[in-house]
Nanobody
């Protein structure tokens, strides 16, 4: 079983920066793909960024050039550095760990990011 604990959310003005962290328990972190999703009020949850075991990253178009995902396997922690934040980035951000076998899919409880204009 994997447990995830997100931190780093909060209130920030447009143009500001935040860094989200997600610390994982369990032993699959180093062999898992790690993702950050977000869900804004009244909208569906969307994939924001992902990082593979080999360090390959992908981003949704709206955050490219502004957000950076990284991982530290030694600390079982993934980060999402968010810069040039916009009000439309306001959402609850969720950490997601996907292991190599079916059923290995774990979610954190989310951390709220609010960007004021």
């Amino acid at each position: 079983q994997v447990q995830l604990a997100e931190s780093g959310g909060g209130l920030v003005q447009a143009g500001g920066s935040l860094r989200l962290s997600c610390a994982a328990s369990g032993s699959i972190f180093s062999i898992a793909t790690i993702n950050w999703f977000r869900q804004a009020p009244g909208k569906q949850r969307e994939l924001v960024a992902g990082i593979s075991t080999g360090g390959y990253t992908n981003y949704v178009g709206s955050v490219k050039g502004r957000f950076t995902i990284s991982r530290d396997n030694a600390k079982s922690t993934v980060y999402l550095q968010m810069s040039s934040l916009k009000p439309e980035d306001t959402a609850v951000y969720y950490c997601n760990v996907q292991g190599p076998r079916y059923g290995m899919n774990y979610w954190g409880e989310g951390t709220l990011v609010t960007v004021s204009s």
